[in-house]
Nanobody, 122 residues
Framework: VQLQASGGGSEQAGGSLRLACAAS????????AGWFRQAPGKEREFVAG????????YYASSVEGRFTVSRDNAENSVFLRMNSLKVDDTAIYYC????????????????WGKGTLVTVSS
């Protein structure tokens, strides 16, 4: 599966953005999906995940209540709605496919790709 994230941009604190991730290749619907981010000088971290059928979602505590992950298997896509953005949300955001164990991707079957940059200013 190849994934490409898009939708990043610059936003002021308190604003909203919606990221999209388009999948191609093998059947996307058989995999869980996750969003990750990497801020400058920091390690990549889990942000949100959604199981293959979309019935369960998981979030990092730092984004719980502000971000919403969803997917459309018919369109081979996964989304991340980000509300109430904070300066600390500034990072490159990546999507990935694989297997989730709660708020952790224990097996990733897709490459990271280039990601999409989100910049939040105060």
């Amino acid at each position: 599966v190849q994934l490409q994230a898009s939708g990043g941009g610059s936003e002021q604190a308190g604003g909203s953005l919606r990221l999209a991730c388009a999948a191609s290749g093998r059947t996307f619907s058989i995999y869980d999906a996750g969003w990750f981010r990497q801020a400058p000088g920091k390690e990549r971290e889990f942000v949100a995940g959604i199981e293959r059928h979309g019935r369960r979602t998981y979030y990092a505590s730092s984004v719980e209540g502000r971000f919403t992950v969803s997917r459309d298997n018919a369109e081979n896509s996964v989304f991340l709605r980000m509300n109430s953005l904070k300066v600390d949300d500034t990072a490159i955001y990546y999507c990935a496919a694989g297997s989730l164990a709660g708020a952790r991707m224990v097996r990733r079957i897709s490459e990271w790709g280039k990601g999409t940059l989100v910049t939040v200013s105060s």
